[in-house]
């Protein structure tokens, strides 16, 4: 439960203020003239249209009972079973241990988030992280009118899932395009934070598009978020959603001036799915990518750094099918543009498995159109790694101008790294070492050029222009890097 405790300041300070100053009588008229004064926006009117939509989460779970033993003596015994491996020190013999088949006992609170109305009819958007793992779902309106809810979908990959309770006439917020949000413009939230409902948060947009190593492009703002506000709307001075308040980084656990939400029109698109039919179908190319840095770009002959560079390739998965090569660069997939690497995914998790469509890469100074059919996207994918297996001895080359010591790949190396040829680093130095080169990497090419042994490397490194910047590609793990090397100087 949250105590909230007041501190009346202006209490204490009073007699001090009234003897250093005039009193000041505030009122709406002056709080509006002097928001106009500073070519501030009023809110209020706004507020009072979008607030009746926007809703209270609260969700519940069943206390599993474990044959009579209290709820403190559970958590001790779970604690010394996870930590320390043995039960509880002076347990009864015969008791039911928590380990033991439990029987479902009360409901019990688990947490509070915040939601917003999108149709007449009672479909409610809000966080998957608010409902995850629930046993019932309540929404409470503004009215104080509360509704079992029916969980119809949620989505962990983009943090959306979809409520519907059974009510009809029901107020709504309308969905603005999150695509045309820009940054600086205002914006404020509606929601229950730390269980305090319907409180009101204004600030600006920082930033559109952020990459915050999720799936999505969040809306960054200023607005204040705190715990319990997830899943409440993010909206714009037209009264549009245009998006959902999901994450804050904070060192603290409470806001720190930086929010994100998530775009309404990529919400919406899981929302559609959800309802249709309870689930998210994406599509996937079996590609691992980054992003292109301007001193890549510029050593592979690209006019500015864009696109999603290939690191690896699935094997036997589409991108292999349809031709693409760890390095490639991809610039255009189904007829867009791909500006950075977190535009891909987005790109080809939208469209429809099975599909056939157009994709096109940069490779070796010169782009190539390709087609590639999309698979499905398996609900929990995890990246493999390749183990460093031991190789049996090879020569070494000592390549000084950019720093290394390399040897050719053995036979049974390149079996298992599945690999036709390349060279493996034995050490790092000078220029190669401040790009990033390491001990173990597989250099497979030096800008357009295949790496076949180390004596070519030797020779090709000899003729390469100490004033540029040069691509090397190597492998690392189960991918492959493009990393830039200067000859000359000491920087990158």
Not at 184 to 198: C, K, Q, Y
Not at 477 to 486: C, E, Y
Request: charged content about 25%.
């Amino acid at each position: 439960m949250l105590t909230v405790k007041p501190v009346h300041l202006a209490s204490a300070c009073m007699l001090a203020a009234t003897l250093l100053i005039a009193p000041v009588t505030s009122t709406p008229a002056l709080a509006q003239n002097t928001a106009r004064s500073y070519n501030l926006p009023d809110f209020t009117d706004l507020v009072e249209r979008a607030s009746p939509a926007v809703v209270n989460i609260r969700t519940t779970e069943r206390i599993r009972s474990s044959g009579g033993a209290s709820t403190d003596e559970e958590e001790m015994a779970e604690f010394f079973r996870r930590f320390f491996g043995v039960p509880l020190p002076g347990m009864p013999p015969g008791r039911r241990s928590p380990q033991q088949p439990q029987q479902p006992g009360p409901e019990q609170s688990r947490g509070v988030g915040s939601g917003f109305i999108i149709s007449a009819d009672g479909y409610v958007m809000t966080n998957a992280h608010v409902v995850e793992d629930a046993d019932s779902i309540y929404v409470t309106l503004p009215d104080k009118r509360e509704f079992k809810a029916k969980l119809i979908g949620s989505d962990k990959r983009t943090d959306v899932a979809l409520v519907k309770i059974e009510a009809t006439n029901l107020p709504r917020l309308p969905l603005g395009d999150s695509n045309a949000v820009k940054a600086g413009e205002w914006v404020l939230a509606i929601g229950s934070p730390f269980g305090l409902d319907n409180t009101v948060t204004a600030g600006i947009v920082s930033a559109k598009g952020r990459d915050t190593g999720d799936y999505l492009p969040f809306i960054q703002t200023d607005v204040a978020v705190n715990p319990g506000n997830s899943g409440g709307p993010l909206i714009n001075l037209r009264g549009e959603v245009i998006g959902i308040n999901s994450q804050i980084y904070s060192r603290s656990g409470g806001y720190m001036g930086i929010s994100f939400a998530i775009p309404i029109d990529e919400a919406m698109r899981v929302a559609d799915q959800l309802k249709a039919s309870g689930r998210v179908t994406r599509g996937r190319i079996a590609v691992a990518i980054g992003d292109v840095t301007k001193e890549q770009a510029e050593s592979l002959g690209l006019a500015k750094a864009r696109g999603a560079l290939v690191g690896s390739v699935e094997a036997g998965g589409p991108a292999e099918k349809a031709g693409i090569e760890a390095g490639d660069i991809i610039l255009r997939f189904n007829g867009r543009d791909i500006e950075r690497a977190s535009d891909l995914p987005r790109l080809v998790g939208d469209t429809k498995p099975g599909s056939r469509v157009p994709i096109q890469v940069w490779r070796k100074g010169a782009t190539r159109d390709m087609s590639i059919t999309v698979a499905e996207l398996p609900s929990d994918t995890r990246a493999s790694r390749d183990s460093e297996g031991g190789a049996e001895k090879a020569p070494a080359q000592k390549v000084d101008a950019m720093g290394l010591v390399v040897k050719d790949l053995s036979a049974a190396r390149q079996a298992e790294l599945k690999l036709k040829s390349g060279i493996e680093v034995e050490r790092a130095e000078g220029p190669a070492a401040r790009a990033g080169i390491r001990q173990g990497d597989v250099i497979l090419r030096v800008g357009d050029t295949d790496i076949r042994d180390s004596r070519q490397f030797e020779a090709l490194v000899r003729g390469l222009d100490k004033n540029k910047t040069h691509a090397v590609f190597v492998r690392r793990g189960d991918a492959t890097q493009v990393l830039t090397v200067r000859l000359a100087g000491t920087g990158r």
